[in-house]
């Protein structure tokens, strides 16, 4: 079910393209709401608009905005360009038209047809949007081109992080590719099959990270969690002949017990789901914790199914100074959570040698 008010815009509260955030007048309050532009076209103080206000009622972690659906006063809004025939958020009020990379109007539908392999590039697949940042500057700051792939395990529009939008302004990733019903990347793909292919073949991108944007979904139970996409991402990576790295989401700070050490999270996605050998780089941790990981591993046959391996995270803290970025990860910030960033700098480290290797084949 969907709650929707009407509100009136009265101010912005910030602008990134494709996006804008304003306060608005919901009856006596004023509260935050959101406007994607490629749906709504241009929205501006003064506009009566309609709200979804549902995740604001239920209390959800959407950030406490309202997501803006129409402005009221405007009788039509056709900006259709030329080109493209897919549609994202298909048969629902607001379905969009993309050009994606594989049809035939693409410049890049040749590319796509031929495209079959990866070339054995590294994969960094997580399940947290909070790991992208990290993971891309240790990367990019080492040389390499870092493509990102988005999934649609969470929010949809690619436009809705802040992280991104950094990242691209900065120059640290090559570009964005948004899979499956995500939209707003540089590129569309129609699935995670041909968004992997077109970030190494299209972005020409030298490792890539694979995650959902903001705002992973949990129920508390085994099987009920966006992030279980992780194994289908892995076993795709190793489709196509890529080097399929699983990021561990690793947490002592976390009072659940489900997620502390390696979540419950990780270990049914690297136990039961996935169906092709991964690496799963862990980080050295103090004595007590990382004799917890280490049971944990044991207990869920992880050592005989993929090839682990521990490595020191410990660089990871050099980028974390970076005053453009607010990093935390479940509201948690890196202080409290230096554990989970470990495991980043370690899934970098063992990506290195394969860049490294590769790079020097190709040059050698």
């Known amino acids: 079910m969907i709650e929707f008010k009407q509100g009136l815009v009265i101010r912005e509260i910030f602008s990134r393209p494709g996006v804008k955030g304003f306060i608005i007048q919901v009856g006596e309050a004023e509260d935050k709401g ?9 929205i501006n103080p003064g506009d009566q608009v309609l709200l979804n206000t549902t995740a ?59 495209a079959d392999s990866l070339d054995q590039i590294p994969v960094l697949v997580g399940t947290l949007h909070s790991m992208l940042a990290p993971l891309a500057l240790l990367l990019a ?15 949809l529009p690619v436009k809705f992080s802040q992280t991104v939008h950094l990242l691209r302004q900065q120059g640290v990733l090559v570009g964005t590719v948004a899979a499956g019903h995500a939209f707003g990347g540089d590129l569309e793909a129609v699935n995670i099959y041909s968004g992997l292919l077109a970030a190494r073949h299209i972005l020409r991108a030298d490792v890539i990270i694979v995650t959902m944007g903001p705002g992973i979904v949990g129920t508390g139970t085994k099987w009920g969690f966006s992030g279980i996409e992780q194994g289908d991402i892995l076993n795709a990576t190793a489709t196509l002949k890529g080097r399929g790295i699983a990021v561990p989401r690793i947490s002592f700070g976390d009072r659940r017990l489900r997620h ?18 991964a690496l799963v780089p862990l980080p050295i941790l103090e004595e007590e914790k990382q004799a917890y990981i280490l049971e944990q591993i044991q207990q869920q046959n992880i050592g005989n ?60």
Request: charged share 20%; proline share 4%.
């Open 305 to 364: 199914r993929h090839e682990v391996s521990f490595w020191d995270g410990g660089s990871v803290f050099e980028v974390l100074s970076h005053p453009a970025y607010s990093f935390t990860t479940m509201g948690r910030s890196f202080e409290e959570e230096q554990e989970f960033y470990l495991a980043l700098g370690a899934a970098v480290r063992a990506a290195l040698p394969i860049l490294i290797q590769l790079r020097d084949g190709f040059t050698g």
């Open 56 to 114: 604001v009622s239920l209390k959800l972690g959407s950030g406490g905005y309202h997501y803006i659906i129409a402005p009221m006063n405007r009788q039509e809004y056709t900006p259709l360009k030329p080109g493209g025939h897919i549609m994202k958020l298909r048969y629902t009020p607001q379905q969009l038209k993309v050009l994606s990379v594989e049809e035939e109007d693409s410049p890049y539908h040749e590319i796509m047809q031929k």
């Open 260 to 277: 502390r050490g390696i979540s419950h999270h990780t270990l049914t996605v690297l136990g039961q789901v996935t169906r092709m050998k």
């Open 141 to 155: 700051r080492e040389g390499f081109r870092v493509g990102y792939v988005m999934t649609d395990g969470a929010a």
């Open 34 to 42: 959101i406007a994607y532009t490629e749906l709504t076209g241009e």
